[in-house]
């Protein structure tokens, strides 16, 4: 096997991770044999081509995953690409329950990692949603009713800030939790922060 530039944060990473060993092991050289750059970004290996992301790998708790930061432009011959969420835009994941399963795709693998690097050289972008692409929840709306203030700093928010609140507070089922979550972050609006500054 020919030998690829390893990260030694990576190496400190995978000599203290407890589950899914194995697994992140046998996808590191897969995809470093496809030329990648191996950095250690979020707490996680995260590959990258001219210092773009590529992959991000996971451990959780039921499954091992490849993350395509940009899998919503990969063709997905084998319909293999999960969309994490429904808020999810960009990324697709390939999930795996055991390190055979990566062994035996790995053909399959290296071509999505060298169409991911192609779409990459391609300069191509994932259309983001616009935040008024989201709805606003109606008790939120109902807050902007009663304080103008509030719907100023909310607006004043960089998109990104507003559109995590929507989701945030949209995520919640009952009225009442929403209400709730509203109230709560109403103070951190008014100062002009985001949901987790």
Known sequence: MEKFKTNHKVDLFLSKTKIWKEE???SRRIILECGLTEELKWGQPCY??????IIILGGFKAYFGILFVKGALLKDP???LIQQTENVQSGRQIRFTNVDEIINQELILKSYIKEAIEVEKMGLKVEMK???DFKIPEELEKEFNKNSKLKTAFTSLTPGRQRAYILYFTGAKQSKTREVRIDK???QILNGKGLND
Not at 48 to 53: K, L, S, V, Y
Request: hydrophobic content about 35%.
């Open 130 to 132: 616009k935040v008024t």
């Open 48 to 53: 990258t081509f001219n210092g773009a992301n």
């Open 185 to 187: 972050y109403i103070p």
């Open 78 to 80: 084998k319909k293999i």
């Open 24 to 26: 992140f092991k046998e």
